[in-house]
């Protein structure tokens, strides 16, 4: 499933590819994925350039004209970008055909990924009410100490919620707190500033070595939570038990020893 890392994979091989050059036909193979007009979809990107990208957690923005194409990638959602009209991939939902001959699609297998236009990105994530994005600049720790000192609920749950920050999937979640030993059921208020400055540390740097570590095309640390999933594990960091329950209704898992 694509996570805020995946797709700050896919805006930078969109930036790569794909802008610059001008749309000459989208083509809508499946209208499944659309959350817009077939027709309004034509008529805002034909003839246009793509001429920026930008990533909030797990939405991705283009920029054409005066609309920004939207896209979410669901569960199966990924981009393809390719000359030979034979290479275009079987579960292609939305292709734009380029006027040098190239083309990019928009590809997803279970069509839980969405495709639309928003007049900006800051109106579709006031619109969608998304909290920051862990990675921008204006996520400060004086930011994030703000956002947890008004939470009672669990810490994990606070880490899940879009409306909080948006970006953070059950794995980083689960990851984030390992890495600051903080038990997931814990709740957010009760948590030490250093704690609090603990977590907003791991949470940014596993997102930026998923990142660097993706486009290396590298498998995740052996010393990462995420590489131990399973009840009974030992723990990487401490040889503690690995154990696992549910959280916000997700599978959750955490070191019995050393995350308190
Ligand atoms: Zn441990």
Redesign the pocket.
């Known amino acids: 499933m694509p996570e805020l890392p995946e797709v700050e994979g896919y805006a930078r091989y969109f930036a790569q590819h794909a802008l610059r050059q001008r749309v000459a036909r989208v083509r809508v193979r499946d209208e499944r994925v659309l959350a817009v007009r077939k027709e309004q979809l034509v008529r805002a990107l034909r003839g246009r350039e793509f001429t920026r990208v930008r990533r909030h957690g797990k939405h991705f923005f283009a920029e054409a004209g005066d609309r920004w194409l939207h896209l979410h990638f669901g569960m199966t959602g990924d981009l393809a970008y390719y000359r030979d009209a034979k290479d275009e991939p079987r579960f292609a939902r939305v292709v734009f055909d380029f006027d040098n001959g190239a083309h990019l699609a928009f590809e997803d297998i279970r069509l839980f990924g969405v495709v639309d236009l928003t007049t900006s990105p800051e109106a579709y994530i006031e619109e969608h009410a998304l909290g920051p994005d862990p990675l921008d600049a204006t996520f400060t720790l004086a930011r994030f100490r703000d956002i947890v000192a008004k939470r009672r609920g669990a810490v994990k749950s606070l880490l899940m919620s879009q409306d909080v920050i948006a970006g953070m999937g059950n794995l980083y979640a689960d990851e984030a707190l390992?890495q600051s030993?903080i038990q997931p059921r814990r709740t957010a208020d009760t948590l030490r500033d250093d704690e609090v400055r603990a977590l907003y540390t791991s949470m940014r740097r596993i997102l930026r070595d998923v990142i660097a570590r993706r486009e290396k095309g590298g498998d995740w640390p052996r010393r990462y939570l995420t590489m131990h999933r399973e009840e009974g594990e030992r723990?990487?960091?401490?040889?503690?038990t690995?154990v696992r329950t549910v959280v916000f209704g997700r599978t959750t898992y955490y070191?019995?020893?050393?995350?308190r």
């Open positions: 390992y030993s723990c990487p960091q401490c040889g503690g690995i070191c019995k020893s050393h995350q």
